[in-house]
């Protein structure tokens, strides 16, 4: 059987299933910036802004196993539309109170509709474990699905930035809000989907696989969030530091993407002999090698070639992750599983710009590279001891 891209995209239903879910995770990266946008213009106070957006971001990021759960529990047909028809509703009674806006108001209407923000994302890739027949074009799936979900990311805010040339902010949350709709609607109706049953007993304690089969996936997560949240800071403290213009930030950052793209797809490509958990202690080591290596950088060339390789080795240890918590998960647990792994990615990349802000006022930005470069290693550490640890291995 070809195991080539081209063949993932040949499945039955693939390419219909995969294009409904990438149009409505488009709105993942449109609904957010707009919705700083507009409450910025609306309130006229960036601390009410971020407050709102930090309650959109922290209930859609946090609460996702949760939702991945019901996905799990009740089928994609069921849960899906039905977090689909509230989380619209409450971006449309967001923009509304935009005319009108009050705190008090924005606040918890963001923080419900994050809460509501259906999971197209894991959905999917739990909907492409049952689609490919086997492991290595699986992992070829994942690598393209991480590769279109990044570039997605790009996209978002781009077109938010057209947009808001001849409309209001408020417009990207409607914009959002439609795409989001139609990508849920149509592949909720796709074959692909509607053969996934509802999974018996998936809410009960243990379905996402258990603490000790995922830990090593989060943990390696966790670690690729961080490095990505620390080095996003670290590239606009470099770039000051040193005398270059923001265009410099902007190209250094779509080196890391680049980077993360490459190094997705091409680990992809290779058809690896060996389980996804004797790959993971390796990608995670690549990746805080390449931080260290980022901090010995001595111009913007160097630095660039350095977020490249940290990208092209965050891209492969997240599809690894992915990988693992599939092998892990019970057939009517792998939305959850997958869920957990994007949590962890999200919730590093949030705490190392928190971490990465306090740090850069304090030690020199090669200093603060060292030192994610040194805790990421610490994580590949500590998943290659999970391995192994008391003489037998434990279950990826």
Known sequence: MSHSYAAVLRLPHARRTFAAALLGRLSYGIVPLSVMLAVTRACGSYTVAGGVMALFGGTAVFLSPARAALVDRHGPRRALPAMNAAYLTLLALLTLCLTRPSPLVLAPLAAAAGSCCPPLGPTMRAVWGRLAPDRHLLQRAYSLDGVAEELLFVTGPLLV???????????????????????????????AVRAVPPGKGAGRRGG??????????????????????VADLLIVA????????????????????????????????VSWRGAPGARLPLLTAGLGLTLCAAGLAPGIVTLGAAVAAVGFFASPTITTGYLMADESAAPEARVRAGAWVNTAVNAGSTAGTAVAGALAGRLPVAGCFALTGAVVLTTAAAVTLRSYGGGRRVPA
């Open 161 to 191: 930035g057209v947009l808001v040339g001849f409309a209001p902010p408020a417009a990207g949350i409607l914009l959002g809000a439609v795409l989001m709709g139609a990508g849920t609607a149509a592949f909720v109706t796709s074959p």
């Open 208 to 229: 996402g696989g258990g603490p000790r089969r995922l830990a090593r996936p989060v943990a390696a997560a966790l670690a690729v969030g961080l490095a990505i949240g």
């Open 238 to 269: 470099f770039t000051e530091s040193h005398g270059y213009g923001g265009a410099h930030v902007a190209w250094l950052l779509a080196a890391m993407s680049a980077g993360s793209a490459v190094g997705g797809l091409a680990h992809g490509a």
